[in-house]
Structures are given as C-alpha cells and as structure tokens.
C-alpha cells in the first residue's frame, strides 16, 4: 500500500494501518485506527467512534481514497464511500488478507481507477487487484 500511496496516486490517503503508507510518503495519510492519533484511539476505544466519525475526518483532511481492512471496522464504512477495489495478498497482516479500496466524495474517480489499473500491472502473481467499480 505504501508504493500504491508514493508511486501510483500522490495524493492523501485514509488508511487503519500507517506502516509503510506514511514511511516517506509526502502526502497526507490519514490514520483511521488511532495509532497514530490520540483522539481517535480514544474514541474507538470508548465505543464512540465509527462511520459519522470517518468520513467527517476524510473531509476534514481532503482524502479521497481509503485502503483498508473493512473487519477493523464493525460499525461499518461511511455510506457516502464507494468500494471500488480490494487487493488479496498474502502478505498484508496475518489477521487480514484483503484490503478494500474506497472512494469518498472528494475523490477524482478517473484518477482512482488510473492509478489502480497501473499498480495492478506491477503486482507480484501471488496477489490480484480486483477492480469493482471506475
């Protein structure tokens, strides 16, 4: 995720695991799990934090492409986003295998679906970019 956030969409991203996707990236990436946001840690883990919560941080910050473990998420993903890929790969986390694409209002969709379709030419054959929405 972190090459698919430097090389293919440079632009800010939402994610729940910050890992490699912030690691010298010069775009904004939005932390949505609380790693690295104090607030947010404290909101999830209080109960008090989900969709609403989501997509004003997404708007407060001019993301518009999440990547993330949608199971992370059980009070679900903001219905103002739009699923338009996931990646299966063996080797994002031992507890989660896919991770979803999502699109939020303020994203460019044909830069989306541009800078999708060039990441998915380079990926090892052990992982496949399902593309489900332009």
């Not at 992370?72 to 699923?83: E, L, Q, R």
């Amino acid at each position: 995720m972190g090459r698919f956030a430097r090389s293919f969409y440079r632009r800010a991203v939402g994610v729940n695991d910050l890992g490699l996707v912030a690691s010298g990236n010069a775009n904004y990436v939005l932390d949505l799990w609380g790693l690295g946001s104090e607030d947010i840690r404290l909101a999830r883990t209080a109960g008090e934090y989900g969709p609403a919560g989501m997509a004003a941080l997404a708007d407060a910050h001019g993301v518009g492409l999440v990547m993330i473990y949608d199971a992370w998420f059980p009070k679900g993903i903001p219905s103002g986003w739009t699923k338009v890929a996931v990646l299966e790969t063996r080797t994002a986390t031992l507890s989660q295998r896919n991770i979803t694409f999502y699109c939020t209002p303020l994203a460019d969709a044909a830069e989306v679906s541009s800078a999708l379709n060039a990441f998915r030419t380079t990926l090892p054959p052990r992982d496949a970019l399902h593309i489900v929405a332009p």
